[in-house]
């Protein structure tokens, strides 16, 4: 039954929407502190589902089909971003054993024993001892730390309050906010680049995301282009192949990147690129900003609800 609404909501052809989803990590176990990440079993039961429901295709065969109208109904493409260790580790056999395609778009400058600020900031929270935390230096006061929902709204306040930060003072408030928990992450937690190239041996395809996920429009223009061209070369290398995808990081448009940085991916060579607004692409849409989205939904008939809602919002994005 939800197939043919599906298949009505989104037919083929010229009429077609494509469907692109956006993951992160998933986790071999659930997270108390983040249970809005998928983990393995929640994963599966996610993409059994969408096996069901849609035509899961790679994401550079969606994006060139939808450019020539023959795209079929139902059409999606998955994609994970950033690069951790656990997309090759937990969601890749998953998918294989389902039989499903994948785009991971990987940030290089992490590669091979290193972590992403963010992580670095949800870490230090998470082990820190005490109950209180002291965040005057980034005007938000003294924080709760006394229960996992307090530690979770904290790491969330940090973590809005210096995410669009220049990079150098990104970096020194994460330095100051693990002096102050009195911890820092040690583990690596993104991906090597021997498990980079057997992603892409599976069968799965790679797409470059910068080099150090800066947000492009705090960059100067030849910062941005190093940034992404950079990041396309290293992945050549490793997977030995052409990189033909790019995924902005963080990805709002105008907010997160602009028109200019859409043409530096035009011309490092890309064929394609997604951002993060939501909706679906119709042909005629931009391919250099493909819209993505994240169904959080734990049960099925919430989960297809959400998908049916996205696939009656064709974005074209602009920058």
């Avoid at 059409?75 to 998953?94: K, L, Q, W």
């Amino acid at each position: 039954m939800f197939r043919q609404l599906l298949s009505a909501l989104a037919p083929g052809g010229p009429q077609a929407k494509l469907s692109i989803l956006i993951f992160h990590r998933v986790l071999p176990r659930p997270d108390p502190l983040f249970e809005d990440i998928p983990d393995a079993a929640t994963f599966e039961r996610t993409m059994r589902w969408i096996r069901d429901w849609f035509r899961v295709l790679p994401l550079a065969e969606a994006a060139a089909r939808l450019k020539s109208g023959d795209l079929p109904p139902r059409a999606m493409s998955i994609t994970f971003d950033d690069g951790y260790a656990d997309n090759e580790e937990v969601a890749a056999p998953i998918l294989r054993r389902l039989g499903l395609h994948a785009t991971f778009f990987v940030a290089t400058g992490f590669l091979d024993g290193g972590n992403m600020w963010n992580d670095r900031v949800i870490e230090a929270v998470r082990a820190c001892n005490a109950q209180r935390l002291d965040l005057g230096f980034l005007a938000l006061g003294i924080a709760s730390l006394d229960s996992m929902a307090a530690r979770r709204a904290t790491i969330d306040r940090i973590l809005a309050r210096i995410k669009h930060e220049e990079p150098a003072q990104r970096q020194a408030f994460v330095e100051r906010i693990e002096e102050a928990c009195g911890t820092a992450l040690q583990a690596a937690l993104m991906m090597r680049a021997e498990q980079v190239a057997r992603l892409a041996a599976s069968g799965m395809d790679i797409g470059a995301h910068t080099v150090t996920h800066p947000i492009l429009a705090r960059l100067s223009l030849a910062q941005a282009r190093e940034e992404i061209e950079s990041s396309k070369a290293a992945l050549e290398s490793i997977v030995g192949r052409r990189v033909a995808l790019f995924a902005y990081p963080n990805g709002v448009p105008q907010q997160d990147y602009r028109a200019e940085h859409v043409e530096l991916v035009r011309t490092a060579g890309f064929d394609a690129a997604v951002c993060t607004a939501w909706g679906v692409a119709r042909p005629g849409a931009d391919p250099f900003q493909l819209p993505r989205f994240t169904p959080w939904d734990r049960t099925r008939p919430r989960f297809a609800l959400r998908l049916a809602r996205n696939l009656s919002h064709t974005r074209y994005a602009t920058a």
